[in-house]
């Protein structure tokens, strides 16, 4: 009496391609979501962004967006954003991240 294991399917589901769609998919999502969050004056920040090539993080590309996203500003000119827009996200996105990086890596 034998047993075969095949494990050719989890080993699928778990290979680094997996898990870089996947990463890919959370980062997409994730931006998206941060997008309300970030501050806006002229929309400069919120459409100079990327997304690394692994999917493992979200680069703003303007001189000011580590002061912005660090430092804490008087007088926004939107309401409801300011500094740390991850954190602000976060509490509100992050069952739609986990979705996303499970859809993306095909789990």
Known sequence: MGVT???SGVRSKLSPSAQRNGRRALANQAAADMNPFIPMDE?????????????????????????????YM??????????????????LHMNDWTN????GADW
């Open 100 to 103: 996303a990086f499970i859809k």
């Open 43 to 71: 929309g400069n920040l919120r459409q100079a962004q990327s997304i690394d090539v692994d999917g493992g993080g979200i680069a703003y590309h303007q001189k000011y967006a580590a002061r912005l996203f660090y430092m």
């Open 74 to 91: 008087h007088n926004y000119t939107t309401p409801g954003t300011g500094p740390r827009w991850d954190m602000k996200a976060k509490g």
């Open 5 to 7: 294991v095949n494990l």
